[in-house]
């Protein structure tokens, strides 16, 4: 029987980077391809355990690179797509709406094209966020489900619900095999460090001010990474097709709580919490009910409280890499093992 051949995109990112590892080493059976431009966040030191596996594959190309692209797919003929490449970080979207849209929603159209006309394609996975929703009130009784109208609030997230309606209307008019999977915040091993969760910790860890938007009270859902690598497998490979899944920790904390734990479990003084001027346009609070995807058989296996103990543990015992990204030298890393 032939192997079966999994395109990551983004794979050398955060989520994307988890999910490859999660799949190389879940199904050696299944040839993995990462595909990715090497962007600042872009960083394949990760990696190094896996590169040298048999059914391991580094692709160095932009999503957005019609020709690269569609070349990548008439040599070998996918069997499945998981598409994670994007701008993602909501305060450089503000600042450069422009690269966002080419990024998430043209990139996103070329890779449908190339799946569409290479044919073959078993399954198109499009992840995505729960920032396409918009934003929810403090009332804790309200969540986002699958039926809530896209009201995005920032370039980031109406790139994002632009690139799932392109992926929906594949499905639709071509009837493309996909799934949207819309997953709130992510936190775990190998978080590029502008995010909260690293940042909090990196700047804790080196006796910094921790910078937090207005009051501290925004409340995200907490997802850790690997549950999130978990539901994605599931849904490659049970989710109905056409259909779209919400993936969602049941962990609601406010950024100054989630903060102040870090602090706490850091055996730190909270004197270094700095409150700054709210970002543009910040959403008070996002909520997930994944009752949908739990109904396939998946429940999140790390509570807030294990995870973000886990989390802390890893950037304790891993300090080169995020000095190294800090530093910029992890951009080195492709020019030393991959170019010619």
């Known amino acids: ?158 790139s994002k619900a632009s690139s799932d309606m392109l992926v929906r209307a594949y499905h639709k008019t071509f009837g493309l095999p996909i799934n949207i999977t819309r997953c709130s915040n992510n936190y775990g091993p190998y978080q590029f460090p502008e995010k909260l969760i690293p940042l909090t910790i990196s700047r804790v860890l080196n006796d910094q001010k921790i910078p937090v938007y207005g009051d501290g009270k925004n409340i995200r859902d907490w997802l850790h990474i690997l549950d999130h690598c978990a539901a994605i497998d599931l849904v490659l490979h049970e989710g109905a097709n056409g259909e779209v899944y919400n993936v969602g920790g049941h962990n609601e904390r406010t950024n100054l709580e989630v903060v102040k734990t870090i602090i706490s479990i850091l055996g730190k003084s909270e004197d270094f919490i700095e409150f700054v001027t709210d970002r543009l346009g910040h959403d008070k609070r996002y909520a997930i009910n994944p009752t949908k995807l739990e109904a396939l058989g998946w429940k999140p296996t790390y509570s807030f409280e294990s995870g973000i103990a886990q989390t802390i543990q890893w950037y304790l015992d891993n300090k080169g890499w995020w000095e190294e990204i800090i530093s910029g030298e992890y951009q080195n890393y492709f020019e030393k093992h991959y170019a010619l």
């Not at 490859?20 to 090497?38: A, E, R």
């Not at 690269?68 to 600042?95: G, M, P, Q």
């Open 1 to 158: 029987m032939a192997r079966k051949k999994v395109l990551v995109t983004g794979g050398a990112g955060f989520i994307g980077g988890n999910f490859v590892q999660y799949m190389v080493n879940k199904y050696p059976d299944y040839d993995i391809y990462n595909l990715d431009l090497l962007t600042y966040a872009g960083d394949l030191t990760k990696h190094k355990e896996i590169e040298k596996k048999d059914n391991y594959h580094f692709v160095k190309a932009d999503i957005a690179d019609r020709d690269a692209i569609s070349a990548l797919f008439e040599k070998e003929k996918f069997d499945y797509v998981t598409h994670f490449a994007a701008e993602s970080h909501v305060d450089r979207s503000i600042t450069d709406p422009e690269i966002f849209v080419v990024t998430n929603v043209l990139g996103t159209q070329v890779l449908l094209d190339a799946a569409k006309a290479v044919g073959g394609v078993t399954k198109f996975v499009h992840v995505s966020t729960d920032e396409v929703y918009g934003e929810l009130d403090f009332d804790p009784t309200t969540f986002f489900t699958e039926n809530t109208p896209l009201q995005p609030n920032s370039p980031y997230s109406a």
